[in-house]
C-alpha cells in the first residue's frame, strides 16, 4: 500500500491557512462596514471625533485593537497627529502600540508556548537563549522601526523566554518613538509645503534608513534571514509536517 501523502493532505494546510486569512479579512471589513469606518484617515477622525470627550480613549483602543479591523498602524498613527496634534497623538498612539504588543505577548503566552516551545527546543536547543539575549533588540528595532513588522514579532515574543517586564521595556520606548515619526508627520500634513512637512517627512526617512546603514546590523538581519531560510529548508527536508510547513 502506498503510505505517501495524498496531494489533498498536501495541501489541506496551506488551503485552511488561506481559508482562515480570507475569513479574518471579510470579517474585519464587515465589522469596518458596520460601524462605518473606512481604510481612510479621514474616515478614522470622523469615527473618533464622534466619540466626544471620549476620543482620546476610543483612539487609543482603535489602535489597540486595529488588527481587529484590519487598519495598518502607519494610517493609524498618522491620524493621531492629524486628530490631536503631535505630542498627543504620540503620547495615545503609544500607548495604544504598547498595549496592543501586550495583549499579543499574553495571547501567545498562554495559548501556544507549551506547545510550540519543546518543537523548537528540539530543533534549535540553545533557541530559549538566543531569544532572551538578542530577542529584545529585534523587537524594539521592529517596533520602532517605521516600516517595521509588528504583529508578528511581538506574538512570537509570547512564545519565547523573554520576560514579561523585558518585552514591556522593549516595545514601551519604540512604540511612542514609532508614533511621534507618523504624529508629527499627521499634524503636519493639512499644510503641503510646509517647513514642518518637510522636516517630518525627513525624519521619517531618516528612521527608515538610517539603522539600516549599521554594517552590524545588516549582518545581524542577514544572517537570521538566511539562517531562518536554512532551518526552513531543513525542516521540510526532515518531512516534519508541523515544523517543515512555511511560516
Not at 55 to 73: C, D, E, K, N
Request: with cysteine.
Amino acid at each position: 500500500m502506498d503510505d505517501s501523502p495524498s496531494a489533498w493532505q498536501k495541501a489541506r494546510k496551506p488551503v485552511l491557512t488561506l481559508s482562515i486569512v480570507v475569513g479574518v479579512l471579510f470579517a474585519a471589513r464587515t465589522l469596518r462596514e458596520q460601524i462605518g469606518l473606512e481604510l481612510t484617515a479621514d474616515s478614522i477622525q470622523q469615527t473618533v471625533n464622534d466619540l466626544g470627550i471620549l476620543a482620546p480613549i476610543g483612539y487609543v483602543l482603535l489602535t489597540m485593537f486595529r488588527q481587529v479591523l484590519a487598519l495598518p498602524s502607519m494610517l493609524v498613527l498618522t491620524s493621531g497627529g492629524l486628530l490631536f496634534g503631535a505630542p498627543m497623538g504620540t503620547l495615545l498612539g503609544g500607548i495604544g502600540i504598547t498595549l496592543n504588543a501586550l495583549t499579543l505577548y499574553v495571547v501567545a503566552r498562554m495559548a501556544g508556548r507549551d506547545w510550540v516551545l519543546p518543537k523548537l527546543h528540539a530543533r534549535w536547543p540553545d533557541f530559549e537563549k538566543r531569544s532572551k539575549t538578542a530577542g529584545p533588540w529585534v523587537i524594539a528595532l521592529m517596533t520602532g522601526h517605521p516600516m517595521g513588522v509588528l504583529t508578528p514579532f511581538h506574538f512570537a515574543a509570547g512564545v519565547t523566554g523573554i520576560a514579561a517586564h523585558t518585552f514591556l521595556i522593549a516595545v514601551g520606548p519604540a512604540g511612542i518613538f514609532r508614533a511621534a515619526c507618523y504624529s508629527f508627520l499627521g499634524a503636519n500634513l493639512l499644510d503641503p509645503g510646509s517647513a514642518g512637512l518637510w522636516i517630518a517627512s525627513g525624519i521619517l526617512l531618516a528612521a527608515a534608513i538610517v539603522p539600516l546603514l549599521h554594517p552590524g546590523l545588516r549582518a545581524r538581519l542577514l544572517k537570521g534571514a538566511n539562517g531562518g531560510s536554512r532551518a526552513s529548508m531543513g525542516a521540510k527536508e526532515s518531512g516534519d509536517p508541523e515544523t517543515g510547513s512555511p511560516p
